[in-house]
């Protein structure tokens, strides 16, 4: 009671502000885009320790030039 239920519009997520906080910012939104889709996720879904891996991930294909690929991501995490 008395909570705020909130009602995003069309391209607008709703974000854990401590996510930021604590310098997990979103991943490609590309990807991260792909990942959702997929899998029928929304935002809130993923816990910090998934922000984590999906942004490890994309830093590493950055890294090495590549692009981010939802196929290369299921087969390093096991999904």
Sequence with gaps: QGETVPSP???YAIVCKDYFLCGLPLPSI???RQVLGEFDLQ?????PNG?????????ACESYGAT???DTFCTY???
Excluded: A, Q, V
């Design 9 to 11: 519009g069309k391209d």
């Design 30 to 32: 590309k990807f991260l």
């Design 43 to 47: 935002i809130h879904h993923l816990t």
């Design 51 to 59: 922000f984590l891996s999906l942004s490890k991930f994309c830093w």
């Design 68 to 70: 981010s690929n939802l």
């Design 77 to 79: 995490y096991e999904l």
